[in-house]
Each structure stands twice: as C-alpha cells, then as structure tokens.
C-alpha cells in the first residue's frame, strides 16, 4: 500500500486522478478483509469555522470516484485529534489548512498513523497532510534571517521558515502549492541552508505516490525535487511518466 502526497489543488479539477489510486488501495484491504460494502476511510480536518462545510465538500467529490464509507475526524485548530478515531480504517486522508495546526493536532496520532501504515493502511495528505508527512515537516515562514526566500503569502502564519517533527512516514521534506505559490524557492532555500538534507515540492493536482520503494508521479503538473550536490543545491522536476530533467542552483 501507498503513500500518496498531494500538492493541493481545490475543487478537483480532473478525474480524481490523484485520489483514485489511494481509494482503491483502500478498497482492496476492506476486500482482504472480507468487507463487500467499500472500504472505511478516515477524514481527518483541523479547521475552524469551516470543517462541515469542506468535510461535505470532500465526501462529494471523492463519492463521486467511487463508493466507500467516511469516518470523520474533524478538529478545531488548537485541539488534538483522538488516535482511536482511526482505529479500523482502510485508508487515512489528512486534508488541508494551516500547516502548523495540523502538525499540532495530528501529532498525537503519529505513532498510530505509522502504525496503521506499516501494516498495510494507505495514506493520502493533501497539502497540510502532505507537508507533515515527512520526519522533518516543513510547516511555513518566508525568510530566512532577514532574507525573504518565498512569498509571504505561503507562510502559514510564519516568518522565519520552520520545521518540525512530522509523521515520519517518508525522509524527505515536503513542499506544497510549488508552483502556484511560489513555495518551491523555500525548499531550495533551506536545503541551501541545511535546513534539511533534501525534499520535494510537489505541484497542485499532483501526487507524488510512493510505495515498495518506487516513486511515482500522478496528476497534471510536476514534482520537483532538492538535493545537496557538490557545494551546490540540485533540482530536478519529475512529470507523470516519471521523466527527469535537472539543472543546479
């Protein structure tokens, strides 16, 4: 089973493309199990104000890929989830919002989410739920020192960019929004920094799929990825047939 990063991107603006393959995991563990009536997927939103709203949102848009059951896990920012929420699911998807809330709410769950996905569970972040994925989340800011490095309209609330302790379910830090907010320049900024040894920023309408130790890029736009190289600072963009082009920073 996978481990699916989306890089954003809302309303679905394709087939669910980036969905279709996380649910039908899920679908194939609620059959492994002997389930004939779709599989049990965990929702998890930390949001305040508008939850419901996007909670029914959401179960629309992923009824009409195909049937499962929903199990909302919604919280207000600033109120941890109940990792007993999850107990029984066939699939995990933790949505969007202020990064540095889902990171906090999420965070007594991690042990229960790694869990859940070593033994098979698969796991879908979108945005928020992507970037919190990694062992070292990025969770926002837009300068470095005094330096701006990306927009200040991607900073979740933060100035100087921030990492924290994430899931752990992947070793590279996450990006989010790359090219439409810009937030690439912020990952080649703290990798350059050392910050973090490497990461990706994955594109809206795009997941970055990984699983037995292949990585995969599904969607419309790209993953671009970060590394250390040589003194310099390595990126690379990975589109849907996984082709890779590179240049140094």
């Known amino acids: ?107 007594p769950a991690f042990d229960e989410i790694r869990r859940q996905v070593s033994a098979g569970v698969p796991y879908l972040g979108f945005s928020a739920g992507a970037a919190i994925a990694s062992e070292r989340a990025i969770l926002g800011g837009w300068k470095i020192g005094e330096v701006p490095v990306a927009p200040q309209e991607a900073s979740e609330d933060l100035e100087e960019i921030t990492l924290g302790e994430g899931i752990g379910l992947i070793d590279l830090a996450v990006d989010v929004h790359a090219a439409q907010w810009g937030t690439l320049s912020r990952l080649i900024a703290a990798t350059e920094a050392g910050l973090t040894e490497s990461g990706v920023a994955i594109d809206e309408h795009t997941a970055l799929i990984v699983g037995d130790g292949t990585l995969r890029v599904v969607g419309r736009g790209s993953v671009w990825t970060v590394t250390h190289d040589n003194g310099g600072v390595r990126v690379a963009t990975m589109g849907e047939m996984g082709e890779m082009s590179e240049g140094e920073h």
């Open 1 to 107: 089973m996978g481990i699916h990063l989306v890089g954003g991107g809302w309303p679905p603006e394709d087939d669910g493309a980036v969905y279709r393959e996380f649910l039908s995991e899920a679908a194939e563990l609620a059959l492994q199990e002997g389930r004939l009536d779709g599989p049990r997927v965990a929702i998890v939103l930390v949001r305040d104000g508008d939850a419901p709203e996007t909670y029914a949102a959401l179960q629309a848009a992923l009824d009409a890929i195909t049937e499962f059951e929903p199990v909302p896990v919604l919280s207000p920012e600033g109120v941890a989830i109940n990792p007993a929420a999850l107990a029984g699911v066939h699939g995990i998807l933790v949505w969007g919002g202020l990064t540095p809330a889902y990171r906090d709410s999420v965070d």
